[in-house]
């Protein structure tokens, strides 16, 4: 994986740049859909390459891992092929899920015992074994199992979850160094910073992260419901230390009002469930605000779902249209809205790109912030 | 609407056509999708159009009329332009609906009394009031309400059902005859004939109706659980007394080897739910046989969906992707497996219809109707 910073923005810590891997140029900020189990919910790939515009994909390792299973997804070469996508793919490590989803979680020194969401089959997954299930996967992109430290917690909590998550990084990269890719492409791996909310924390974390050298890394563990004050305060501190001339990934962020300030703090790279969650239960997010479908206003509104949106869906369809499909519970209202809202998310990243390059990017976000927080 | 047969198979009563209504050119035979309240299930429209290369697609009056309502849809200019949908649409009476799907309901010589199954609400069709809804969603071709007589059933009930539907029909001629289009597109009304499975009833019905010289006919009441036998012989029977100038439309047919073997009768036009509804279900229809997608046998198929399959996705996805999804109860699974068997469903009457013309129907048949009822 390469990574080249082309413009920086003089009145942030904004900067446009684009990561090569060994399947495609993604030009930084840049948005990644969430592709659960090995698809992006509603939509097809050749709408995620054509319409959306995505460079880069998530994968979930929890759910990749329960279902299809390593050995289909060894069988097939990979994610890449057995999806048919041949763009670049990040996958977590699990870790989330398995504290957001799994049952019977503990975790102990050695790693995380779970038992599957599915079936309740148990399972294991260490540092060192999810750096395999994440070869066995093939993304370009790999992560380290943390423990992602909840909100709110105390700092005797926060503090023990960050050296479990630090001893396991140690573990995770030395596996990781001593393996190599399966399918011929190669794979970077991201540490990720952990603290909660605690400065002393964080400023720790990403020291111990920035030491690792590693070719990109990742802040977790924010947005998970503390004030918005107190995530850019993280981020803003963990970005002051961590290496500049590496991606830096905010993980599972957010509104669109966070990504433009997380931009402006120095974040390249966002994901988040948001555009296709929200947007399957009738919520839009669009240049000019937000608007929620379901609501008796559009009933009537004959006009385009979004007459600046960048995908087909937002000129083949009228909003009255959009309503009654989700309203009626039809499959193609949550096809539409998720279709419609990642092609924004996309279309927001790249155009902060444009911003930053063109050197407009303050006065853009200054008029932007106040339109994408308006209820329409 | 105009309808000209081109071609007719020696040895059968197939025949090839044209039917034109004001906003397509529908070659028959051809199979219909089923557009339940505007929309086709997992299938955006320009999918329709360009891989499933569907002429004409059905709606219910039923579900239309109660959502989006007839308020939005003549707000909109009428269904195709609030789907955004410039080829042939057909609705149905509601009539089917208000017996399947609604309650309390109760039939009179006055109408069809019912509750919404959605909220309750009180509502009656009637013979001309689902003339007027027709007009107003503004379908190219619009249907007689009718009673679908159901099976089993004696034959005095379906005596009476009959009477019943006969009498509605010459009252829906007449508000056909005394009423306009709304939209400046013209609309043909086609009556049904009923009668269970009773010789005699079928035939004074197909007479009955054939009188009323309509611009087509269709035949309904069928594939409703009677053998197979007993249905092909009530439309070989039947499609001896309608006029053979004007299509004939089955409705809710049905299997492959359903729209094959009455297609030999005569019979030009189907519609059914069968190949959204079980793809849905992860069962696919091909031309080597039948695939029920979540067998195990598939976890490791890695070849195409459909190698000789039409559609895009036929192509784009493995087996034992699709498999994954489906079992997984991800939304692209069910629209992969929609979008494959509706362009299955097409190919094969519109082969039917090349065959009939380069005189090779019989052949082909014969080799077909094995293969089609495969378990793969």
Redesign the interface.
Known sequence: MEFEITSKDPGSMARAGVIRTDHSEIRTPVFMPVGT??????????ELEGDIHAPIILGNTY?LYL??GL??LK???GLH????WDRSILTDSGGYQVFSLAANRKLTGEGAHFSSHIDGSKHLFTPESVVDIQRTIGADIIMALDECTPWPCDLDYARKSLDLTHGWLDRGLQRFRETDPVYGHGQAFFPIVQGGVFRGLREESAHFIAGKQAEGNAIGGLSVGEPEEEMYAMVELVNGILPGDRPRYLMGVGTPVNILESIALGVDMFDCVMPTRNGRNGMLFTSRGIINIRNRKW??D?SPVDEEGTS??DR???R??L???I??G??????IASLHNLAFYLWLARTAGEKIISGQFAAWKREMIPLLSTRL
């Open positions: 189990a090995g698809s992006v919910k509603g939509v097809h790939q050749r759910h279902r299809p050995e289909v069988r097939a070469g092929s057995f999806m048919n009933m009537n004959h087909f869906a083949q369809y009228s009255a249209y309503r009654h499909l309203i009626s039809e499959m193609l209202g949550a096809q």
